[in-house]
């Protein structure tokens, strides 16, 4: 069974950083893109930014500039740093490894449990 555990999320206040970290372990083949995806309280997820296994990106327009995903394909891990924080990135972020090939498997998508980001003064 794949799994994907979140770590690195927590209060900060605005134009702080954090850093999220994804790992995802299991009988994993491949991986062909991993990101994040965030809810703010009474709205829809929505993708922050997402990165391929060649390294192509795409990113919220609302956070360019100030996010960077990094991905370390050997280790099944997806970073997420988080500069110039603003109230509104205030939400849970979730991460997702997309199109995932298992042993038993293939082309499935997963989900971590989510990471809360808070940004307050």
């Known amino acids: 069974q794949v799994q994907l555990v979140e770590s690195g999320g927590g209060a900060v206040q605005p134009g702080g950083s954090l850093r999220l970290s994804c790992a995802a372990s299991?009988?994993?083949?491949?991986?062909?893109?991993m990101g994040w995806y965030r809810q703010a309280p009474g709205k829809q997820r929505e993708l922050v930014a997402v990165?391929?296994?060649?390294?192509?990106?795409n990113y919220a327009d609302s956070v360019k500039g100030r996010f960077t995903i990094s991905r370390d394909n050997a280790k099944n891990t997806v970073f997420l740093q988080m500069n110039s924080l603003k109230p509104e990135d205030t939400a849970v972020y979730y991460c997702?490894?997309?199109?995932?090939?298992?042993?038993?498997?293939?082309?499935?998508?997963?989900w971590g449990k989510g990471a809360l980001v808070t940004v307050s003064s």
């Open positions: 299991g009988p994993i083949f491949s991986i062909y893109a």
């Open positions: 990165m391929t296994g060649s390294g192509s990106t």
């Open positions: 997702n490894a997309h199109e995932v090939v298992t042993i038993s498997t293939g082309g499935l998508d997963f």
